[in-house]
């Protein structure tokens, strides 16, 4: 049954004109227009930036992006939700602290951390159509398979060092070290990256110490007073590899510890950057895809999944990024000269092996490690 | 009395009608619900778990002492409370300072279209916080507007490098941000003076700024009180703005204890750290209430 205010908008304006609609159906129909507006977004869901039927995928800034999903979005029409975090402690806290996800985006050093708090799920690997190409010697990294379940698929693997600029940093002949970072002469223009598990390994490299004996007391004491003596030196020190790489453009900064992605993105705005081989060799690093125990949509958790270790993923990953790739087929899209102007080999062995490879630290350490690197970075 | 009194019903419905307090109490219910499970449940679980320590992933939960003492013998904490008061209370200065002359002129010397000018005053609050700060850091920047032009000018060789990621940024992002909660209470404040006061101070001989410094400061100071208490709360705990221009020197207590509930994964500490940070600004706040209360009952 028709009521006397269900109007159309066009006889509303009519009857308005004509004088025909008393104040008390005005006054309605207002009241329903407010209730609308209200209700708009619980009723049409499509109309929310996230949309609640897609996985989440949890993950560092920068890895945020679309392009990374082009088989999901094929299949389900658009990217999975996005959430970052800063730094993988960062982001094992946000989980403890009760945040779900699908699917989380830790790197092999914190692997047995994670694995260890109970967060996570095995993956089903019917589901995985990609991972019989992922290469073999990654598929075994501490912390991967426990209980017989395989619980992390990596993904991307490679370098911190550091971008300097070619036209403001004098080498005067010397080699590339990492104690380009601690050079006095540049004090001011240095940055770091904020996060101690990058951080606090480059100065155990800059140390001279072995990552196996980093957890002795001597040691900690002297990568901290490095890491003091730095200090001062650091105009900058952040999570986002944006503000490093603005700061780099605009010669702020003249050498930042950076990713394998920021020389490269900074050469193709047509900064005079280098990526440098530091003689006491880079920190080398693999990332991948955990699953969330309480992944709230476990299919669409593996298809994200699918996705990361996919060849288009691989193609762009080490194209646009400068990062390797898991997927072996995935070199195959790239050519030889393109893989040696980004620095990149086909065997991830080769790479990580040249470099210091980071290996899982007990929970005391990394703790101990974190709470000594605000310090550090606060002044004390 | 009717039949319906004598029911338990009638009777707490009489009841409901003849006590005012109740009725109060009714009509507040909503926002008392909201406060006590949003304010005073969290509140006391911040006090509970500031007792606790931290290990590892687990919380121990015999009461000590720990945080409070690491809060007093570790110089960081000190510094960093200190330095945060320090940056707020410039920017508290800053803004009134700042806020007061532009008030006054609303008040005494605009007389037509008061409403737009109140309006105007507010405008940098029309755009989102976020945006503000990152306007500031391009204007600051190394290669930022003033930079860029001073140099473009000539009158200097080097950008000026403490423009940002320094205390300095964070005060004058802030003093920017919170120009309108300075502007609108003393506003309110002056334009309720009586004219014929000011009238009566200059028949009796009063210069302008005899007139200003007797009558029109004194009776503006409730807004200007306000105005300060209203920035230096909420900036003392500012986050995001020293997170994005304070640099290493910049930091503030509360980036510190965001830290303490990611990276460092110590949530006892942060919760310790931000009573102590709550006791300290109520303590200024009431040291400063009560010496301004005793200032203006002086000049009355």
Redesign the interface.
Known sequence: MKRKTDISPQEMTDRLQSGTLSRRQFQQMLAGAGIAMVATPVLSPSALAAPADQGTYFTWGGYDIPELFAPYIEQHGEAPNFAAF??S??G???L?GGYVVDVAHPCNAVLPRWVA?GLLQPFDLSQLSNWDDVIPALKNLEGSVHDGGTYFAPMDWGQTSITYREDLFDLQGAEESWGMLWDERYA?QIGVIA??GDTWWCATIFAGVDFTEMTTDENFDKVAALLRQQ?PL????TDDVTTLEQ?LA???LVAAMTWNSSPVDLKRQDVPVRWANPKEGALTWVCGAVMHKDAPNPERAHDIIDSLISVDTGRFLIDEYGYGHSNSKSFDEVSEERLAELGLTRNPSEMLDAGKFQIPLD??FT?RM??EF??I???? | MTQTHDTLRGRLYAFFLRSEPVRGFALLSPTLLIMLAGMCVPFVILVAMSFWTQH??EFDTTLSLTNYNEIVD???YR??LTRSLAISGACTVATVLLAYPMAYYVAFHVHRHKMVWIVLMTLPFWSSYLLRVFAWKIIL???GAINASFMGLGWLEK?L?FLL?SPTAVVITLTHAWAAFAILPIYVSLEKIDRSLLEAATDLGDGPVKRFIGVTLPLSLPGVIAASLLIFIPTVGDFVTPALVG???G?MIAN?IQ?Q??????WPMGAALSLAMMVIIAAISLLYIWTARRFTEYGR
């Open positions: 800063g730094g402690e960062e094992l806290t946000k403890m708090s001011g996060s101690a200090r650091v105009r900058l020190y700061a605009s010669g702020e929970e005391e703790s974190n709470g605000e310090q970075k606060a002044g004390f | 590892v992933f570790k110089p960081m510094v960093l920047g190394y290669n950008p490098e990621y640099g290493p020197d930091a510190l830290v509930f990611a990276r460092v994964n110590n």
